[in-house]
């Protein structure tokens, strides 16, 4: 064996040392329980185990199922209504926190914060906040004001909406805002120098140059947040419990509550390989928009 | 490589090995109420029986104080008590029971009952009950009667918490609404009980409403459930999964509970209610378990009332639960093991005038007739509701039939349906969850 041969083989035995950690995590934590999963949701399976082979049953079964299509209904209400708003509101942010300002840092912290926060503490503060009767926050602050009206954010069918998509946008902008932020400062100052010298009032700056060349992380934001919105659960889990009624239970607490309340993990599995379909069908779409954005 | 990087390495990779094998000796995990996160890491001694509750607060003290005073009596396997947070109680329950790593006695609801037989989370305590010579009259024959399951016995009963109405003595008495006896007198009429709140609100100071009360969870489906009951409704499923809930009478208890949120007599939408009765200026009653007896007991200068939900359909029925204990399956136990584990349930059952004091109605017959539980406060106003209970028929689907009705009553409550509405979701949810 050549000297150089035995170094690449060398090299890739470290490589596979490094690697190995990983993939048998991966493979135990992921890859299997997605196959085991595919097995399961062609069983009657309860929580002590396999009982029938139904086949296909589950699958027939979801589609006929109108608990089923207003859960997927109310998560695909939550990916309209909170995207934009994220995106929007993470935009906003960064312009803001990136002006020349000695605050600039501050800014930057005090948008960032929220996210460092698990996500039962910033349920926990929405209850609070939202709390009717002089118990929360806003209603507390509103009779100091001298309202006497109650607003019952978390019982009316549109105010909840707005309670939970507000919450996590409070929540999660942060992190996008960064990317904006990063994104911003990619952009050459002499764009902008030159637009001044030719005249250009700081809005038709705004309009030509910066967003324009925002684009690419806009899609990335985008994509990124589907995906993360269409596996909404533990907020609203915690805040409103999919009420009221089931106006805002997503879909992952349907499957929840199909597996560990009514012990049925098979018809659970099957439900999840729905979801999954959406996912995956996003993530290509994402792979293939990363990549021309490469080009 | 140099001799310090190899030594370097060789040293993090110890480390790491060591806290491997550290991680594989599970750390006890117990959270600031004083609940074990991971009780699954306890193990039992060989002389030890562990013991899984779901009580907390001022029960989960009543509860130890029994464990202490059965361990004190030198038994053969003393019991260790592990407190689990109820609201997780049951999933991790049958989750360590499905691996085999369950503890040795645990407690159920009897409605929950069913779904663990039908799950074969339970074993059967005949055999261990004989062999120690367990007296099964001395507990409550409504409830045994509903821990049977074909033909066999699967669970002790402990006590019947029912739904009961209190009321603030000092409010009521300044509106001038208790009798010469300094008691409430409630009508047992669903329109007299009406007209008799309304006119109780107007006789209060302002600000102060007739009823606190919760707009969701369980709490108004309990009385739903009573006031359904009341007016001599079919149960709303049978053992063999008939869904016999009658429309007439749903809706007309909806209705009828929704006109007291509708008028002013409960505010509506209220989160936390019992804080809006116990601090003696939100409502002058309060209808909720009758575990917040020993709660309410414990305010200072709180002056209340207690009795049974009143009558207003014309029979007497009631909402209530029943706790039992139960002998989870576990491969690695013994008949032995069992029979001591009875012997606790024995214990615990002839001395229960302790969990008397947590406010329940207690299983054990001779206790409840007895003259101490005669002596305790309130829990004599509520003893006789444990007779007219009604249970779900046994179907391992109780908890979830309850959990759908729940949630179609707040969406009914919150106002955004309709009663009608309501009973037919209901009647689509059952049918979804018993396919």
């Known amino acids: 064996m050549s000297a150089k041969r035995k170094r690449i083989w060398r090299n890739d035995l470290v490589a596979l040392v490094f690697l190995l950690p990983f993939t048998v995590l991966y493979m135990v934590f992921t890859i299997y329980p997605v196959i085991q999963g595919l097995y399961m949701s062609l069983f009657k399976w309860g929580l002590m185990g396999k009982q029938d082979f139904i086949g296909a049953d589950n699958y027939t079964r979801f589609l006929g199922d109108k608990f089923f299509w207003g859960a997927l209904w109310n998560t695909t209400k939550f990916v309209l209504y909170s995207t934009p708003t994220i995106i929007l509101m993470s935009l906003g942010l960064a312009l803001l926190a990136n002006r020349r300002s000695p605050l600039k840092r501050l800014y930057r912290a005090a948008y960032f914060t929220p996210n460092l926060l698990s996500v039962s503490v910033i349920s926990f503060l929405a209850i609070y906040i939202l709390q009717p009767y002089g118990m929360g926050f806003i209603s507390n602050l509103l009779k100091t004001l001298g309202v006497q009206e109650e607003i019952f954010f978390l019982k009316d069918p549109q105010l909840v909406w707005v309670s939970i998509v507000g919450t996590t946008a409070w929540w999660t902008c942060g992190y996008n805002m960064m990317l904006y932020i990063s994104a911003l400062q990619d952009i050459p100052d002499q764009l902008y120098e030159a637009a001044a010298i030719d005249g250009a009032s700081p809005s038709k700056q705004l309009w030509s140059i910066t967003l324009p060349l925002l684009k690419p992380t806009t899609l990335l934001i985008l994509l990124l947040q589907l995906i993360a919105s269409f596996k909404v659960f533990a907020q609203i889990r915690l805040i409103t419990n999919g009420g009221p009624g089931h106006a805002t239970r997503p879909l992952i607490q349907y499957i929840y509550q199909a597996a560990f309340e009514k012990n049925r993990l098979g018809y659970a599995a099957a439900m999840s390989y729905a979801l999954f379909l959406i996912l995956v069908v996003l993530s290509l779409i994402q792979l293939k928009a990363t990549r021309e954005g490469d080009r | ?435």
């Open chain 2, 1 to 435: 490589m140099t001799a310090f990087k190899k030594l370097l390495g060789i040293l993090l990779a110890m480390i790491m090995l060591f806290s491997g094998v550290m991680a594989l000796a599970e750390d006890v995990i117990v959270s600031e109420s004083g609940e074990v996160e991971n009780p699954e890491a306890i193990v039992a001694g060989e002389n030890e029986l562990i013991f899984w509750s779901l009580f907390s607060g001022g029960e989960g003290g009543y509860m130890e104080g029994l464990v202490e005073q059965y361990n004190a009596t030198n038994p053969k396997m003393t019991v260790r008590n592990v407190k689990l947070n109820w609201g997780e109680y049951y999933t991790k329950l049958m989750t360590a029971v499905s691996v085999g790593k369950g503890p040795d006695i645990g407690i159920s609801h009897i409605a929950k009952l069913p779904e663990l037989y039908d799950q074969k989370v339970v074993t059967p305590l005949d055999e261990y009950a004989t062999a120690m010579g367990f007296d099964w009259s001395q507990v409550n024959q409504n409830t045994l009667q509903a821990a049977t399951i074909d033909g066999k016995i699967y669970a002790v009963p402990l006590d019947t918490h029912p739904e009961v109405f209190f009321y603030n003595k000092t409010i009521l008495r300044d509106a001038g609404l208790l009798n010469e006896n300094d008691e409430l007198v409630l009508p047992q009429d669903a329109e007299e009980f009406y007209q008799f709140m309304l006119d109780m609100k107007s006789k209060l100071p302002e600000g102060i409403y007739p009823l606190s009360f919760s707009s969701a969870g369980d709490d108004p489906w309990r009385i739903i459930w009573a006031m359904y009951h009341q007016m001599d409704g079919a149960p709303v499923i049978t053992s063999d999964l008939e869904i016999k809930l009658e429309k007439d009478k749903y809706v007309a208890a909806l209705e009828y509970l929704k006109k007291f949120y509708d008028n002013g007599i409960i505010p509506v939408n209220l989160e936390d209610f019992y804080s809006y009765f116990m601090n003696m200026r939100g409502a002058a009653t309060f209808i909720t378990g009758v575990w917040a007896t020993s709660s309410l007991e414990n305010i200072e200068g709180l002056e209340f009332g207690v009795q049974s939900f009143p009558v207003l359909f014309g029979k007497n029925a009631q909402w209530g639960d029943s706790h039992t204990f139960i002998l989870p399956v576990k491969p690695d136990s013994n008949a032995e093991r069992m029979t001591e584990a009875m012997k606790f349930f024995d214990f615990v059952s002839k001395n229960s005038i302790v969990w008397a004091s947590a406010g329940h109605v207690v299983a054990n017959v001779n206790v409840l007739q007895s003259e101490e539980f005669a002596a305790l406060p309130y829990r004599s106003d509520y003893a006789d509701v444990a007779n007219y209970v009604v249970f779900f028929e046994p179907n391992p689907f109780s908890y979830p039939i309850r959990g759908a009705m729940m949630q179609q009553i707040d969406a009914f409550l919150a106002g955004n349906q309709t009663a009608e509405e309501a009973y037919d979701n209901t009647i689509a949810e059952i049918e979804e969850i018993i396919f």
